[in-house]
């Protein structure tokens, strides 16, 4: 089985520039979570998806948006690039997401560079 | 949701066997204890999961007392690759996914 698939690895984009990151899923995987990484915060939650709706939210700001698609497929956008927002952006599926007993499966990533 | 505290750093040398606990005192009851393994520039993987009691799989073993207010992730015999970030998890139904800071794990030679 294939694993999640992220694209693309590596961006760099300037400070109010926007951004469209996409995340495919394991096979019959029906959640999607998308994490932002920094060195001085950690992993962030950002939001989860399941069958097409958003389930859960982080605390970012409303730059920070997503959607999944009917195939599971979640795209991640970033509207108004800040320099604090450079990290790198995982994504991970699970087949449920609603059940306390999850395994995610984390993508490689998106390492983002806003300058 | 449940916090969780780790040691930030631990060093250990090949062969050894490596304990990292974890403490979670707000634990709800139907909340599960996940444990992820971390490589630089990559995402994390998944490495173990328990309710309660001993769980073993073929990676490492995880420990949780009776009052489930912290964790033991035992790994057996480390290696080089084994240094990594491990980051203990508290799991929720409805799956809002809170990572603390993680414990850097060094083996030495």
């Known amino acids: 089985k294939a694993g999640v698939t992220q694209t693309p690895r590596y961006l760099i984009k300037t400070r109010g520039q926007q951004v469209t990151l996409s995340c495919s899923p394991i096979s019959g995987h029906r959640s999607v979570s998308w994490y932002q990484q920094t060195p001085g915060q950690g992993l962030q939650f950002l939001f989860e998806y399941f069958s097409e709706t958003q389930r859960n939210k982080g605390n970012f700001p409303g730059r920070f948006s997503g959607r999944q698609f009917s195939n599971s497929r979640s795209e991640m956008n970033v509207s108004t690039l800040e320099l604090g927002d450079s990290a790198l952006y995982l994504c991970?599926?699970?087949?449920?997401?609603?059940?306390?007993?999850?395994?995610?499966?984390f993508g490689p990533g998106t390492r983002l560079t806003v300058l | 949701l449940a916090k969780t505290t780790q040691p930030i750093s631990m060093d250990s040398y090949e062969g050894q066997e490596v304990n990292i606990t974890c403490s979670h005192n707000n634990i709800a009851t139907n909340d599960y204890i996940t444990w992820y393994q971390q490589f630089p520039s990559q995402g994390p993987r998944f490495i173990i999961q328990?309710?309660?009691t001993k769980v073993t799989n073929e990676v490492a073993s995880l420990f949780i007392p009776a009052d489930r207010k912290s964790s033991t992730l035992s790994l057996p015999r480390v290696s080089l690759s084994d240094t990594a970030v491990y980051y203990c998890l508290v799991n929720t139904g409805g799956f809002k996914t809170i990572f603390g800071a993680g414990t850097r794990l060094f083996v030495k030679a």
């Open positions: 991970a599926s699970s087949l449920d997401g609603g059940s306390t007993y999850n395994e995610q499966f």
């Open positions: 328990g309710y309660k």
